[in-house]
């Protein structure tokens, strides 16, 4: 008697028969179940490139793919120009959503900023109304990268004749490890850190993801004025936060006015996954926002 498939045949039969299709149907969560967390520290076999100038984001935005030949904005590598692996792009990514989940920011940002581009960073280790800016959500773990990925084709399938959800994506990344790699010094106006890892444990606190020097690396790939937000419903980790990035000299917390004041905090509290369920549990919520400050001039000798 043949035995009924496992779940796990189960997922791995779905995605196969949905893997490449340009479909409008929305991808089932229950097909792509991965661990809540993991291990910032492991090696992934991740894929990056060796500086943001090589970062090839053509797969990623189609869209906005430059049609001008010539000289492209990014210095590439000569024989990946041959090969013709490089396109021009008309935009660069100006919002990074680091651990990103299952995609829920990013598709809540999209219509609300249709011409920036929005990348979502999947790592579980804008003012709005602008335009012009790509947004990226970066996630580390496999499944969820790819339930991401699948879902954003998707929408875009959906949205075809008004260019809907063109301005987002996500790759699979340690931002942990490699957020230099991606992006150049300040090209960043917003980064987006909802509901990360707590690591409760002691030990275990070198894997959070905001410290003393990731937040230098955040500073590195921000633009003066840019916004860090923070989201969690952990109290101990927003102190933690907090009290990390007042401690750093590029940042300062902003008012609790100025921060009810901004759209993308109310979108951060009830869009992700994370928002959600705590809302469902009748959780709390901890936001809080630091804005990056200009550098100081360099001393005159």
Avoid at 86 to 95: L, P, Q, Y
Avoid at 164 to 169: K, R
Avoid at 170 to 190: E, T
Avoid at 265 to 281: C, S
């Amino acid at each position: 008697m043949v035995q009924p498939p496992n779940k796990r045949q189960k997922r791995e039969d779905y995605r196969s028969a949905h893997k490449g299709e340009d479909s409008e149907k929305l991808p089932q969560k229950k097909f792509y179940r991965q661990r809540a967390h993991a291990n910032p520290f492991s090696d992934h076999q991740l894929e990056y490139p060796a500086s943001p100038f090589l970062m090839d984001w053509s797969s990623f935005y189609p869209a906005y793919i430059s049609s001008v030949g010539g000289d492209m904005a990014y210095e590439r590598n000569e024989s990946k120009i041959q090969r013709g692996e490089i396109a021009a792009m008309t935009k660069e990514v100006e919002v990074a959503d680091i651990g990103c989940g299952f995609g829920g920011l990013l598709v809540a940002l999209a219509p609300r900023m249709p011409d920036t581009l929005l990348l979502g960073a999947a790592i579980q280790p804008p003012w709005l109304l602008f335009t012009d800016r790509k947004f990226l959500g970066m996630e580390i773990r496999t499944q969820v990268t790819d339930f991401v990925q699948d879902k954003i084709r998707a929408l875009r399938n959906q949205n075809g004749s008004n260019r809907l959800y063109q301005n987002i994506a996500c790759i699979r990344a340690n931002a942990m490890k490699f957020l230099p790699n991606f992006f150049k010094k300040g090209q960043l106006s917003k980064i987006f850190l909802c509901f990360p890892d707590p690591h409760f444990k002691a030990r275990k606190h070198k894997a959070r993801i905001v410290s003393i020097t990731l937040i230098s690396e955040y500073a590195y790939v921000l633009k003066p004025k840019g916004i860090v937000y923070t989201i969690t419903d952990v109290e101990d980790l927003h102190k933690w936060m907090v009290r990390h990035f007042s401690n750093h000299p590029s940042f300062e917390q902003i008012s609790e006015e100025e921060e009810n004041c901004d759209n993308c905090v109310q979108v951060m509290k009830v869009e992700t996954e994370e928002g959600k369920k705590v809302e469902r549990n009748n959780g709390t919520k901890y936001t809080a926002c630091f804005r990056r400050l200009e550098d100081p001039p360099w001393p005159s000798y």
